[in-house]
């Protein structure tokens, strides 16, 4: 661009120092904690033990309840994504085709919960999971219920960026207009073209779930993260080194999110 | 595609459209498009004209009266049991389709088998001018080829009725003439019966066998393009189609006096009295002498012909459309005549 700069456009070397300072900050540590996985207790030495350790039967019994932490977190994933793909998906949709000033309305419900801190979420939801547990029972997929309200904000930024770029409205009566009726409308013309952004809403409510602990733990529920606290009092080695692959894991999704978006930007230009 | 005749006629009967908010959008609408004929609804915005279209659609319900198209009554009728093709004012090829699947949706939708819906849909492609097309995405067409392509996609299927929906409108000038006219000569070449939305009443003069003047959800005028422009029942029909100048004028014994000039009235049963006189700038002259005379403001060249603006003693802009072998510069005093065409006037309205 040959526009001139405006002020408070941060110049080039400025942008630089910026983003390594960002980066270090965040780098430091997750670098300590890769260090930290290799030393062998007090004698300051470094030692492969505690990742080998992660094979070996004698041992790893005891990681049994992160076993466990894994399975719930897992069902959790999926609960969260359900909900979110069965219930904010049509809705906005719906909202998006028949009932558009309801738009600011749904954005705002939406955004609400992260405005609010997880502890105080908590406070309001104990009273509501007494209930609940009556109702559904203690097995661990009704915290997605909770999970669904947590990711409400992310996963329909998601989801309402790609809205914005896709004409739905013309999309679906052109289609309607040529013989096409309301379900083969939402599955031949709209959800392939919100794709991107249905994956990037999933991928990125996988990424919250898998980092909540706070509600788990204040509702006394068994997840990845609330397992990860109980062991690294017996294993910080251990804990570490799970909290570091859940960290992997939550990083490649949102490089694959990325990726979902550039791909799509990409073929636009072409 | 098959060249036989195979319109409908759409007939709209006493159409209310009320949003509940204020005036009603169609106000007891009735229009009647005969088998293979070229229907403009033309108007200002927020005529109703594209809710019209809308209902003929079935994407608008209507508030009362009743649509049929072939004589069967389709009011009721959910859109995508209409048989229709439809072109919007937005682009709206899906984009995760290329430009052949994309005509082929609706061949897909009455389950025609793939061999010959590829063959119908290069076919399609082939008619709007994008024969080897047919594997570019929407992001990879021009507006106007998009357009094309929506054409091709709208008629593939044979529909009884094509509704365009000011399919121009997102288009620059020169593409919008060149696809108004292939959109006219696929029309009459597979004798489809249409409805053309459009704001723009030289297109709609162009291209419509006859052209319907909206106001405020209803019909003001319908008839031939000529018929409109040489006749116009109404001071609003006059004044939107063509360019036309608003004199001062009395109407005395069937007469109209402008500027000391009898002019023949249009309607000669109007009232006598003070009125607001229509003269379009192609019904006044520049001659060498004559008892009005005018200073030239401004000249414009638009290629055949040539229009200038001349101020009038009376401080009144009058527009003139002459040859461009005349060729008259700012401030240069010029004689006027009026040829006599007939006109229409309209009362003066007291304040």
Sequence with gaps: MSSPRLGATPSRTARTIILSLVGLLFAVPILAMIEFTFRDGLSGSYTLTHWTNLANPAVNAKYAPLATALANSGVLVVVTVLLVLVVLLPTMILVELRF?????????????????????????????????????????????????????????????ANLGTVDVVTLSEAARSLGAGWATVLLRVILPNLRRGILAAAFISIAVVLGEFTIASLLNRVNLQTALVLISKS????????????????????????RLSTVGSRRRKA | ????????????????????????????????????????????????KTTALRTVAGLEAVTSGSISIDGRDVTDQPTNKRDLGMVFQSYSLFPHLDAQANVEFGLRMRRVPAGERRERALGALEMVGLGGFGSRFAHQLSGGQQQRVA??????????????????????????????????????ELGITTLFVTHDQEEALAVADRVAVMRAGRIEQIGTPEALYTQPQTPFVAEFIGLSNRLPGTVRG?????????????DPTVAPGPVTVALRPEDVEIVSEGALAGVVVSTSFLGSLRRSTVRLP??????????????????????????????????????
Excluded at chain 1, 129 to 154: E, M, N, Q, R
Excluded at chain 1, 235 to 258: E, H, M, N, R
Excluded at chain 2, 23 to 39: C, K
């Design chain 2, 151 to 188: 054409l091709a996609r709208a008629l593939v299927t044979r529909p009884r009725v094509l509704l365009l929906d000011e399919p121009l409108s997102a288009l620059d000038a020169k593409v919008r003439v060149q696809l108004r006219e292939e959109i006219r000569r696929i029309q009459t």
């Design chain 1, 235 to 258: 294993d910080p080695y251990v804990a570490v080194i799970f909290s570091l692959l859940a960290l992997a894991f939550a990083f490649v999704l949102l490089l694959l999110i990325g």
């Design chain 2, 254 to 266: 069937g007469f109209v006096e402008v500027y000391g000039v009898e002019l023949p009235l249009l």
């Design chain 1, 100 to 160: 558009p000033r309801l738009r600011r309305v749904l954005e705002f419900i939406c955004i609400v919960p992260i405005t609010v801190p997880a502890i105080v979420l908590v406070v309001g939801l104990v009273p509501v999971y007494s209930v609940v547990v009556k109702v559904a029972g203690s097995s661990i997929w009704s915290l997605g219920f909770a999970y669904g309200i947590t990711v409400l904000p992310y996963a329909y930024r998601a989801i309402q």
């Design chain 2, 314 to 351: 009376d401080d009144t802009l009058l527009a003139v459309q002459h040859a461009v072998g005349l060729r008259t510069a700012p401030g240069e005093r010029v004689a006027l005549r009026f040829t006599g065409a007939c006109v229409s006037v309209k009362h003066e309205e007291n304040p």
């Design chain 2, 1 to 48: 595609m098959d060249a036989t005749s195979r319109g409908a006629t759409v007939e709209l009967t006493e159409v209310v459209k009320n949003y509940g908010t204020g005036a009603p959008a169609l106000d007891t609408l009735s229009l009647h498009a005969r088998p293979g004929e070229f229907v403009a609804l033309l108007g200002p915005s927020g005529c109703g």
